[in-house]
């Protein structure tokens, strides 16, 4: 028993000093973590807020980089991370529809700036590489590259920018070519595992064959999508290799922020595909992790195929990613209970959210779990975990302009 007591008190030992108490904002995030933060914001009120102040640390996360590129995360251990390619492609879209919504150029600008940073790292084949600059820049990613992808998409469509159009198709080029005769993706992929989680790369083809009429990204991006659905416990609505590692494989476990990548691709693919059956399996999962909030009160960032929980701490990139599929739902088949589930997984996110500190590593950022030393990126708060959070808080704006269901 006293062995056990101190191999605990030397463990929460450990966390503090890797968190670095001492320096500026700190000491105030760490308590923000143990402390009672107050009622959670159902009503909303706080929302434009919680939104500004996540737009701000992703302002800083860019700021701190000199290339124009977005900060990877924020380490409680060492600062700023070098910039992230993948995670600054797919902040473009996010970036642009602050641009939008606020009236104000300087998220544009900030585009503009992510997008030349983006155009100087394209390698000769079309790919992008994986991680981020400082650990890598010659080998490719096919995952990372499609996000980038989806940057780049949104970025011609609102500007018509020529480099960007030629660096898109070189991009899906690639992708396509690296696709196997079975539809899943396995070649440079994180691991050498394919995974169904890479909807998430595919449905950016889809997105691309729509926006600009590749019938060939189309087609690999069906292709991939009946690999993913022959994948699914029909009893669940579970994607099995939804996970990182063969482990998680091996025991059907895996963060929400994957079984999000993957719900969210079948569902944004089979969208602009026009597949039912896609939508329908997109949905069955859709249900079956609401129902996991609704019995739990939280989303443990951690589940196995049974929805059940796996792992305590939230992943806080995974509420906001659910919260955005149960808003398309809503839109889709105009049934509320998909936006009140939304609701929820966001207010779980913006209570775990300290928007005031002195550190602009941490006012406003959203940490990778919840309390932070969960073990989705630890101690640390990845600029992915604010886009999704911001992406979230806007369509959830847009769900309420638009009102009830009339029936």
């Known amino acids: 028993m006293a062995e056990t007591m101190l191999s605990a008190v030397k463990s929460a030992a450990r966390h503090v000093l890797d968190c670095r108490p001492w320096v500026s904002g700190h000491g105030a995030y760490l308590l923000h973590q143990v402390s009672g933060r107050g009622p959670v914001d159902e009503a909303g009120a706080q929302d434009d807020a919680a939104m ?39 902040i473009i879209p996010t970036l642009l529809r602050l641009a939008r919504l606020w009236d104000e150029p300087q998220w544009h600008d900030r585009a503009a700036r992510a997008i030349d940073f983006l155009l100087g790292l394209q390698l000769p084949d079309g790919a992008f590489p994986g991680g981020e600059v400082l650990e890598n820049r010659t080998r490719p990613s096919p ?115 994957t079984i999000a990548y993957t719900v969210a691709g079948v569902l944004t693919s089979s969208l602009v595909l026009k597949r039912e ?20 009160r939280r989303l443990p960032g951690m589940l196995d195929w049974r929805w059940r929980e796996f792992e305590h701490p939230q992943c806080l990139t995974g ?8 808003f398309a739902l809503t839109r889709h088949d105009d049934d509320w209970r998909f936006a009140n589930a939304g609701f929820k997984a966001l207010d779980l996110v913006k209570h775990a959210q300290l928007r005031d500190n002195p550190n ?48």
């Open 52 to 90: 500004r102040a996540a737009a701000r640390w992703l302002a800083a996360a860019q700021d701190s980089q000199g290339d124009g590129g977005f900060s990877g995360r924020y380490k409680l251990a060492s600062g700023w991370s070098s910039s992230y390619p993948e995670t600054t492609g797919y």
């Open 143 to 257: 995952f990372n590259s499609a996000q980038i992808l989806h940057g780049l998409t949104h970025w011609v469509q609102a500007t018509g920018d020529p480099r960007a159009a030629d660096a898109a198709a070189r991009c899906a080029a690639w992708l396509i070519s690296v696709q196997d005769g079975d539809g899943a993706f396995r070649r440079h992929f994180y691991l050498d595992v394919a995974a169904t989680y890479a909807a998430h790369l595919s449905c950016w083809l889809a997105e691309y064959g729509d926006a600009f009429g590749d019938g060939a990204a189309l087609a690999s991006a069906e292709r991939h999508l009946d690999w993913v659905l022959a994948k699914q416990d029909q009893t669940t609505g579970w994607f099995d290799l939804a996970g990182f590692t063969k482990e998680q494989h091996r025991d059907r476990t895996a963060y929400t922020h």
């Open 277 to 296: 059956d896609g939508i329908a399996a997109a949905r069955q999962a859709a249900e079956g992790i609401m129902r996991r909030l609704e019995l739990s």
């Open 319 to 326: 509420n906001a990613q659910m919260a955005l599929i149960w």
């Open 360 to 407: 602009p590593g941490l006012a406003g950022g959203i940490g990778g779990s919840d309390p932070v030393w969960g073990s989705y990126i630890p101690k640390a708060l990845p600029n992915w975990a604010a886009k999704y959070f911001i992406d979230g808080l806007i369509a959830k704006r847009a769900i309420l302009q638009a009102g009830a269901p009339s029936s």
